[in-house]
């Protein structure tokens, strides 16, 4: 019964390796590689200038705006975030300047990070295979859908999971010697400087150092205290040095605690009572998966342990399968909120442990010739190319809703304005509010761990434009206010477009007579009363209105003239710029129909909003 249930993976383990085990490149297949490139670029260029704009990357684009104009991270700008992808991020954006397309500009740099992860993939396999071999892992792994379309985002983990992907290379293409072990571990050490979560692969990597004394007969054979602790030390120093270096820059620029609260303080959470709208991990049909994989990951570690392959290449081709596998494990397993841009960095290491897996197995040689066998790894790649393009919808450009928002910015607000968003989404304008409306944020909010004293502050320090919620709360991917302060800011605050500028309309309905109408100013600047057709003519105040003024806050009144059927208080400034509430409703790119769901997901869904809901605000 199992034979017959293993039969088809067999077979199929089989055909896909017979198809690289030669190193020989047929000239076909190198016509085809070149082809396959061609299409890769096309996708990529299509993915930069129409897929949508997740909300991390306006905020991330903003922190280097910020180090571009003079702003220090974690001070002036919360971030929770380790510095080195904005830094080296902020001259470019200093040179492309304050543009509308500059998201197409920041994207396009991620191109050339892809490519050097794509180098590092191609080492790593060629550290254990051959050429032929690492080339067409290298070409599977970067046209993993979720793996190809995130790191075209505008985002740190792009550069964190190059970093860890350089580091795995220099460490496993040799012997690890302590200069190799100090040039990994400077490498390790730009990579948490880049993202904190590569203590997950720092973790991952002293795990299955341990688990190789018991998969490696050859490891335990040769292994030497003194050599080991030398190479050890030679590690640690190179990964401590560069955030060293940091914490030295943090105390020099006062930002040292601000740094430890962002990066470190803010994303842990005390114990609460209450259910979390964070969903923990449970144990189902997923978690089943990534064991029975985990499993096959640990039999081809086995087995690679076992055989006697010299110089070393069979003890790092274990170790470096049991680190992908205790990576894996854990992600899958244990981590809190497993979002596109963490699952970003296992993708290529399950390449990794698959391809050497599967070559630890004994296969059937097949009678095809070689020219016949390599055809099925393009087919397989063509597969992996019609999900990615499945995904992409290239008809329907959703960033181009963000070219217009960033216009709309620009042209409504001077460099001095405070603007008000989630979490970044303005990019070239300072935040009145310290805090961005993420995931832990929006948490210590409900459990009253930090004040929300958003609204406040807007008013307190003047904000006049703010994002307009009622539309980005139903754009795809993008963040949104608490509840509590939306409803406020749509009591201060008027739509004119895809911002909102402080201001109300007065009425809306023609009125019967000429009676006195109150209404409240919340911030004392420079207004404008107007209607559909143009500048109000009613009384303001006692005083025939002339234009624009300003007014002091607290009640007002106006005193409509007859014609007059709609009239509302806007923020001089954006009137000027040709900005009003009584234009057409802004049309945004409409969202992709959501996948069907399965009833127990939707239950899930359903159960968690549920819990969410009945956190005290």
């Known amino acids: 019964m199992s034979s017959f249930l293993l039969s088809p993976f067999r077979k199929f383990h089989s055909a896909l390796l017979n198809a690289i085990s030669s190193p020989i490149v047929q000239p076909q297949e190198r016509l085809c590689l070149w082809v396959l490139g061609a299409l890769a670029a096309i996708l990529r260029i299509t993915a930069i200038l129409t897929m ?147 203590t997950m692969l720092l973790l991952s990597a002293v795990v299955a150092l341990i688990l190789l004394i018991a998969f490696s007969a050859e490891f335990r054979r040769t292994f030497s205290w003194k050599k080991t602790g030398k190479t050890a030390l030679a590690l640690v120093a190179g990964t401590l040095l560069v955030p060293v270096l940091l914490i030295l820059l943090f105390h020099y620029l006062q930002i040292l605690d601000a740094a430890t609260y962002c990066i470190i303080k803010h994303s842990i959470l005390p114990p609460s009572t209450q259910p979390s709208p964070i969903p923990l991990k449970t144990f189902g049909g997923q978690k089943v998966l990534v064991l029975l994989i985990s499993a096959f990951f640990c039999c081809g570690a086995w087995r690679i342990g076992k055989a006697p392959i010299a110089d070393g290449t069979g003890i790092r081709a274990t170790w470096l399968i049991l680190i992908c596998t205790v990576y894996f494990f854990i992600m899958k397993m244990f981590y809190p909120v497993l979002q596109a841009q963490t699952r970003l960095s296992y993708y290529p290491l399950i390449m990794f442990a698959l391809i050497l897996s599967l070559w630890a197995f004994p296969r059937r040689e097949e009678e095809a010739s070689p020219a016949v066998r390599w055809k099925i790894l393009p087919f397989l790649a063509v597969l992996e190319m019609t999900a990615i393009l499945t995904s992409l919808h290239p008809l329907n450009n959703r960033a181009r809703e963000t070219q217009l928002f960033l216009g709309e910015v620009l042209r409504l607000t001077d460099p001095t304005d405070f603007l008000m968003d989630p979490k ?48 980005t709360k139903n754009i795809e991917g993008a963040e949104d206010f608490m509840e509590h302060d939306r409803h406020l800011m749509e009591k201060i605050y008027i739509p004119v477009g895809r911002l909102s500028v402080v201001g109300k309309y007065i009425f809306h309905e023609p009125q019967s007579s000429a009676i006195a109408i ?49 009239v509302a208080m806007v923020w001089a400034q954006a009137v000027e710029r040709g900005f009003s509430p009584f234009t057409p409703t802004v049309t945004i790119v409409p969202p992709l129909p959501k996948p069907s769901v399965s009833p127990a997901k939707a239950a899930k869904k359903k159960k968690i909003a549920a819990t969410t809901a009945k956190q005290p605000a």
């Open 52 to 198: 949508r704009v997740d909300s991390d990357e306006p905020q991330h684009l903003h922190v280097a705006w910020g180090w571009a104009h003079g702003l220090l991270q974690y001070r002036d700008i919360f971030d929770n975030h380790t510095p080195l992808f904005h830094l080296s991020m902020a001259p470019f954006v200093r040179l492309f300047g304050e543009t509308p397309c500059i998201m197409y500009y920041m994207r396009s740099l991620m191109l050339v990070i892809f490519i050097v992860m794509l180098f590092a993939i191609y080492g790593i396999v060629r550290s254990f295979l051959h050429h032929r071999a690492a080339v067409w892992a290298t070409v599977f792994a970067a046209l993993v859908p979720p793996f190809f379309l995130t790191s075209a985002e505008f985002r740190t983990d792009d550069m964190w999971v190059m970093w860890q992907l350089v580091a795995l290379w220099v460490l496993v293409s040799g012997p690890l010697t302590p200069r190799r072990g100090l040039l990994g571990g400077l490498i390790l050490g730009i990579s948490l400087g880049t993202s904190f979560k590569t």
């Open 424 to 471: 970044g989404e303005t990019v070239f304008r300072n935040r009145p509010w310290y805090y961005g409306f993420e995931r832990f944020t929006k948490e210590r909010v409900q459990r009253k761990l930090l004040k929300d004293d958003m609204v406040e502050t807007c008013i307190k320090t003047r904000t006049c434009v703010a994002i307009n919620a009622s539309i």
């Open 518 to 566: 109150p209404f409240q100013v919340d911030i004392p600047v420079r207004y404008a009363l107007i209607t559909a057709t143009g500048n109000a003519t009613g009384t303001l105040d006692g005083k025939p209105y002339s234009g624009p003024l300003e007014l002091s806050a607290g009640e007002h009144t106006y005193v409509p003239t007859s014609g007059e059927t709609s």
